[in-house]
């Protein structure tokens, strides 16, 4: 996805990370400083430098149809207790004043998500038919699926099928109506050419060998679905489905409604990135010639259009040679436990066919979205391999959509070490609003969080340790012929499009950041514009964030501290950004631009250096937690859109005014 400027073209490391404590590895690729790299930026009143900044371009090519780690948690308690666990929740529930919650975690083994769901929208199944695969069961003409029995002597047809291409079979007819349920029992299933129950396959398109569309449910309150057999005890093993003989998609979910797909590990068994060009190692790159043999590997997880209600929940999307999810065209989605990690492509993918469009609610929430633009390292070890960016004809996005509308909710979610940028939705401009509350961006090639139209940004940690991967990373065979790309779109850590086209002219409008805690060492922190389109009035409401930058120059791509806040409105001919900037701290940023405009924004870096604010400012191991007689305690203000609860889900205040930044310091 583009940056500010421009027009659109279109396993995870074991580190154990907390969402707000010190962010630390636990193992695997140490996280330290780098060495500076050149050309130098100019200061960011420069408008060239800021054309250098924001726009640079990323034109995705179309896709083709043809050693477990347990991390420790700390609360928030007054004593901080550490407390050992591999299942811990994010909190969601309401706040409470006098007992804190458990820090948000996430927890991710050497091969599966373990983090335990809050399993949602499971009523009785009262309806339909339900079937069941097992890997011990039989095909279709020796059993009739509906018996969660293995095949005997003794089970007749009342025995469950042996694979779930029995269910939706390549070139026949569905077995499943809508309404009902498949239940697919713990095990590997081949998604592709040589998967059973398959009639006109052939070698010369085996790309097109794949599972029929998913049956549309009969109504919302009566979805289709494909399950795992735990789905609704807490999925703590999930079957795996797995693609190969670059089969286009794993679960096909085109003009597919009502439907609710949970508990299930969807992967390939290559380590070839689809997006490696530069690549001439066979093992690397992903043979995509017609004709059978391509390997072991698969295009995309998920892909869908024209598709509404649906539940995507408690997945574990990684290794695919393109895109976890290539989606567009949906209407009230919800995503929850959903990881997408290592695609080669990227997480999500937002273009499919003519779609770009999103209408209704999605919403999204308990992700982690880590890692894509790499290759999953097979068999699994839980390291990147074979990342390519954009010098490698490569992409990377954590989630990235083109143009779209729609209300969009994300929450409790993580975007971290993807090799582009990590949330980007820059071309949310269609109409609709985006809500992000208690997310942490972290470690992204690109930019942190890059959002286009109203958005409404609380309660978020972005670290924009940009040039992480690139410097110092030591991923194998990435990008062997040019390198990778460190800090692109010079690591902005949070970039806004505040234009709205959905009337048919181009309006400006609203964004609100409130109570976040934001640093970063690339450019600007906060970079705000209107896509070089004219637009009237747009505005951005800055209250209670924290945003530091660093000094310390080693640690990225560009020498020279951060600057705050950049209005890229002032390279285009159109009105500028409306800024209203309150009770902000704003430390360590560049001298040409060293505070907000605005009332009470706390600026003093000689008096209140950074490490006196927050617990560790050093973006390789942030700690964003209030020190005690920090500046930020009691230093908030209430308003629009300050919320009433933390990071953590703590009630505010804490003392006697609610304190500045992502997290309150309990008193």
């Known amino acids: 996805m583009l940056a500010i400027l421009g027009t659109k073209k279109i396993r995870s490391i074991t580190y154990c990370y907390t969402l707000s404590v010190a962010i630390a590895g ?6 330290t400083a780098g060495d500076k790299l050149s050309p130098q930026l100019s200061d960011v009143t420069s408008s060239a430098s800021t054309v250098a900044k924001i726009a640079s371009l990323d034109q995705s090519p179309d896709i083709s149809t043809e050693s477990q780690t347990k991390s420790t948690v700390q609360t928030a308690s007054a004593a901080e207790a550490q407390v050992s666990t591999e299942n811990a ?3 969601n529930e309401t706040a409470n004043p006098s007992k804190p919650s458990t820090i948000p975690t996430v927890v991710v083994d050497s091969v599966k998500l373990t983090t335990t769901p809050k399993l949602i929208n499971i009523p009785p199944n009262n309806y339909g ?20 029995i293995a095949l005997t002597d003794a089970s007749g047809v009342n025995c469950a099928w042996s694979h779930i291409s029995y269910a939706l079979p390549s070139g026949g007819a569905a077995r499943i109506s809508g309404g009902d349920t498949l239940v697919i029992g ?10 059973p129950g398959t009639n006109g396959c052939s070698t010369s398109y085996p790309y097109d060998c794949k599972l029929l569309p998913i049956p549309s449910g009969t109504s919302p309150t009566q979805p289709t679905r494909i399950v795992g057999a735990e789905f609704a005890s807490g999925c703590k093993n999930k079957p795996q489905l797995w693609g190969t003989e670059r089969v286009s998609s794993i679960l096909d979910l085109n003009n597919s409604n009502n439907v609710e797909i949970q508990c299930l590990e969807i992967t390939d068994h290559s380590n070839c990135n689809g997006w490696g060009a530069s690549y001439n190692d066979a093992t690397l790159y992903c043979r995509n010639t017609a004709k059978y043999p391509n390997g072991t590997y698969g295009d995309v997880g998920i892909v869908a259009s024209n598709s509404s209600n649906v539940l995507l929940q408690n997945l574990d999307i990684h290794g695919m040679a393109y895109y976890g999810i290539n989606a567009a065209g949906l209407t009230n989605w919800t995503m929850n436990y959903v990881r997408l990690a290592l695609n080669g492509g990227g997480g999500w993918g937002g273009t499919y066919g003519s779609f770009t469009q999103m209408y209704g609610t999605i919403t999204m929430s308990n992700m982690i979205v880590e890692w894509n633009g790499c290759s999953d390292n097979y068999p699994y ?63 992204n090639m690109g930019n942190q969080l890059k959002v286009g139209g109203a958005v409404i940004l609380t309660n978020s940690v972005a670290v924009g340790n940009c040039s992480f991967i ?34 048919g002219t181009n309006r400006g409008t609203t964004g609100y950041l409130v109570n976040n805690t934001i640093t970063g060492g690339g450019n600007v922190m906060v970079v705000a514009g209107t896509t070089f389109e004219t637009t009237t009035n747009p505005s951005l409401h800055m209250i209670n964030n924290i945003l530091l930058g660093n000094d310390q120059n080693s640690s990225y791509a560009y020498p020279g501290d951060t600057a705050a806040y950049y209005d890229a409105t002032t390279d285009v001919p159109t009105l500028p950004i409306i800024l209203t900037a309150l009770n902000n701290i704003v430390n360590t940023t560049r001298t040409s631009s060293p505070c907000l405009p605005g009332q009470s924004n706390i600026c003093k870096p000689g008096i209140y250096p950074s490490t006196s604010i927050v617990s560790n400012p050093n973006p390789n191991s942030f700690d964003p937690r209030l020190k005690p007689g920090s500046i930020a305690v009691n230093s908030g203000i209430t308003g629009v859109n300050v919320p009433a609860s933390d990071f953590l889900n703590i009630s505010r205040p804490q003392g006697s005014s609610i304190d500045i930044g992502a997290l309150e310091l309990l008193q």
């Open 26 to 31: 636990c193992g695997g690729i140490a996280n």
């Open 89 to 91: 929740l994010i909190n």
């Open 129 to 148: 038919t339900t079937y069941y695969v097992r890997t011990d069961g039989g095909d279709s003409t020796k059993c009739n699926g509906k018996f969660n």
């Open 186 to 195: 713990n095990g590997t299933y081949m998604i592709g050419y040589g998967m």
């Open 381 to 443: 070890s839980d390291t990147p391999y074979a990342c390519a960016d954009q010098n490698g004809a490569g992409y990377g996005d954590g989630i990235g959509l083109d143009r779209t509308g729609g209300d969009f909710i994300i929450t409790d979610s993580i975007f971290r070490n993807n090799i582009q940028d990590g949330l980007d939705m820059l071309y949310h401009t269609e109409g609709g609003s985006v809500i992000i509350n208690r997310v942490w961006a972290e470690g």
């Open 470 to 503: 690139a410097k110092k990373a030591n991923i194998p065979h990435t990008s062997p012929s040019t390198g990778l790309m460190p800090c692109r779109a010079v690591g902005d850590t949070i970039a806004l499009a505040l234009i709205d086209r959905s009337s």
